[in-house]
């Protein structure tokens, strides 16, 4: 069955740039989505159609594709900035996340 | 601004079956769909579905199919998600979300603040 693989965590210290990566052999033809997700809370999006931005969402988050692979980039990483983020992506009978990645701010 | 406002926890016995609510405002209604992901006790999110808030079309996650209903209500702009023969492992964060998609996209723009459902005896 199709899957989207992400890394279990990730760790930078503030004012580093941090970089979560998502695979899935379907992403060269679909679009992945981001969202960040804090203790407690539901998730919010922050990266649509690979790269795009919601309003409201800080510039410091981007969102880049390159074959079957897709990369959250935070750029200037704050403490605010630590939390779970998952990608999304379709399937062939609906849409799927991946696994999570834990951000930690050092 | 858009809101959307889920039903309070609920407590249910295995076997059981629960309807979580979701209440939209702010938007019109049937120009989005609503999709329900469930997030089980430290584990990520799984996607259960989806349902056109406009005609009423579903699809379901395949593990889901035969268990799970999902119903909108235009007239009160409510969506309803319900899961029959509940299980333990059906004990989760229950979330609405408004979808967002088209022919070459699908995503989830605005999310409710979750329900909790526990199956316990």
């Known amino acids: 069955s199709y899957e989207l693989t992400q890394p279990p965590s990730v760790s930078v210290s503030p004012g580093q740039t941090a970089r979560i990566t998502c695979s899935g052999d379907a992403l060269p033809k679909q679009y992945a989505y981001w969202y960040q997700q804090k203790p407690g809370q539901a998730p919010v999006l922050v990266i649509y159609?690979?790269?795009e931005r919601p309003s409201g969402i800080p510039e410091r988050f981007s969102g880049s594709s390159s074959g079957t692979t897709v990369t959250l980039t935070i750029s200037g990483v704050q403490a605010e900035d630590e939390a779970d983020y998952y990608c999304?992506?379709?399937?062939?009978?609906?849409?799927?996340f991946g696994g999570g990645t834990k951000l930690t701010v050092l | 601004q858009v809101q959307l406002v889920q039903s309070g926890a609920e407590v249910k016995k295995p076997g059981a079956s629960v309807k979580v609510s979701c209440k939209a405002s702010g938007y019109t209604f049937t120009s989005y769909g609503i999709s329900w992901v469930r997030q089980a006790p430290g584990q990520g999110l799984e996607w259960m579905g989806w349902?056109?808030?406009?005609?009423?079309?579903?699809n379901y996650a395949q593990k889901l199919q035969g268990r799970v209903t999902m119903t909108t209500d235009t007239s009160t702009s409510t969506a309803y998600m319900e899961l029959r023969s509940l299980r333990s492992d059906d004990t989760a964060v229950y979330y609405c979300?408004?979808?967002?998609?088209?022919?070459?996209?699908?995503?989830?723009?605005?999310w409710g603040k979750g329900t909790t459902v526990t199956v316990s005896s």
């Open positions: 159609k690979d790269s």
């Open positions: 979300a408004r979808l967002c998609s088209g022919e070459y996209y699908y995503y989830m723009d605005v």
């Open positions: 999304q992506s379709a399937d062939s009978s609906g849409t799927l």
């Open positions: 349902i056109s808030a406009y005609n009423g079309n579903t």
